[in-house]
């Protein structure tokens, strides 16, 4: 099985961006900390760009690489992308939203989430043991999936 975790602007400032909000692990931990967690469950191949078309294009690369689903925290696109929202619809695959920080519980600005309409679930406010918590109901709900499409 082959997930892909795509981080949105930002996020490569882990660890030195608001530490109070976001915690003190750097984006490096946080590729670890997936990696480790993979190993053994899956294949994970992970990505993080500043751009919203890198972002396009990775989502993109989820269906021209096979892969089987997506968890991404698309970081402020968020709450402003419609070109992330149509670039998940466009792959047909199981996606994840991730935030580190309980976004409900934030500005208003933050209320909108774009790409949710597309998502199969939402993890938010868990700190960066959601990308995990993502992984692990992705990879329940593409092995749901496809027990149901061999019972057919
Ligand atoms: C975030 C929440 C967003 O509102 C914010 O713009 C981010 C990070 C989170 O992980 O909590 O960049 O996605």
């Given at each position: 099985m082959k997930?892909l975790?795509?981080?949105g602007?930002n996020?490569?400032?882990l660890?030195?961006?608001?530490?109070e909000?976001?915690?003190?692990?750097?984006?490096?931990d946080l590729e670890a900390?997936?990696?480790?967690?993979?190993?053994?469950?899956?294949?994970?191949?992970?990505?993080q760009?500043?751009?919203?078309?890198d972002?396009?294009?990775y989502?993109?690369?989820?269906y021209?690489?096979?892969?089987?689903?997506?968890?991404i925290?698309?970081?402020?696109?968020?709450h402003?992308s419609i070109?992330l929202?149509?670039a998940?619809k466009?792959?047909m695959k199981?996606c994840?939203?991730v935030?580190?920080?309980?976004v409900?519980s934030?500005e208003?600005?933050?209320?909108?989430?774009?790409?949710?309409?597309?998502c199969?679930?939402?993890?938010?406010?868990?700190?960066?043991?959601?990308?995990l918590?993502a992984?692990?109901?992705?990879?329940?709900?593409i092995e749901?999936?496809r027990n149901?499409?061999?019972?057919?």
């Open positions: 997930i975790v795509i981080n602007p996020l490569n400032m660890g030195i961006r608001e530490p909000r976001y915690g003190r692990e750097t984006y490096s900390k997936i990696k480790d967690y993979c190993h053994g469950k899956c294949e994970v191949t992970l990505k760009s500043n751009h919203e078309g972002l396009v294009d989502i993109q690369s989820a021209f690489e096979n892969y089987d689903g997506i968890v925290n698309p970081g402020a696109y968020t402003t070109a929202l149509d998940v466009s792959v199981p994840i939203e935030h580190i920080s309980d409900s934030r208003d600005f933050r209320q909108i989430s774009y790409i949710r309409a597309a199969i679930k939402t993890v938010s406010g868990c700190g960066t043991q959601g990308y918590m992984i692990d109901y992705l990879i329940k709900h749901e999936e149901e499409r061999y019972n057919k």
